[in-house]
């Protein structure tokens, strides 16, 4: 059983940066597959980013692609996502998730997850 706990979010204006962070226990954390999801108000929730558990492989959403960077620290059992140029359409609910399978991009190849931080960006 992994747990996982996200951190890092709050209120920023457009144009700002934050950098998320996810902490990982309860298993080996090196093992696994680290993903990023994101529920706006309304919406699904939708992938946003993933590291392979190698860390030699990275994935974006296409919304995201040049402003955000995913980032693991196995030593830490920590992922980050850091987070630039901010939208008010990034405005929503920042999830983690573990994944030890080969579905990386979908909520379904995830088996555990975190609590989630909330992201607002103003305009």
């Known amino acids: 059983q992994v747990q996982l706990v996200e951190s890092g979010g709050g209120l920023v204006q457009a144009g700002d940066s934050l950098r998320l962070s996810c902490a990982a226990s309860?298993?080996?954390?090196?093992?696994?597959?680290m993903g990023w999801f994101c529920q706006a108000p309304g919406k699904e929730r939708e992938f946003v980013a993933v590291?392979?558990?190698?860390?030699?492989?990275?994935y974006y959403a296409d919304s995201v692609k040049g402003r955000f960077t995913i980032s693991r620290d196995n030593a830490r059992s920590t992922v980050y996502l850091q987070m630039n140029s901010l939208k008010p359409e990034d405005t929503a609910v920042y999830y983690c998730?573990?994944?030890?399978?080969?579905?990386?991009?979908?909520?379904?190849?995830?088996?555990?997850w975190g609590q989630g931080t909330q992201v607002t960006v103003s305009s």
């Open positions: 998730a573990a994944s030890r399978g080969v579905l990386i991009k979908v909520e379904a190849g995830y088996a555990y």
């Open positions: 309860g298993g080996t954390f090196s093992r696994y597959h």
């Open positions: 590291i392979t558990w190698t860390a030699d492989t990275t």
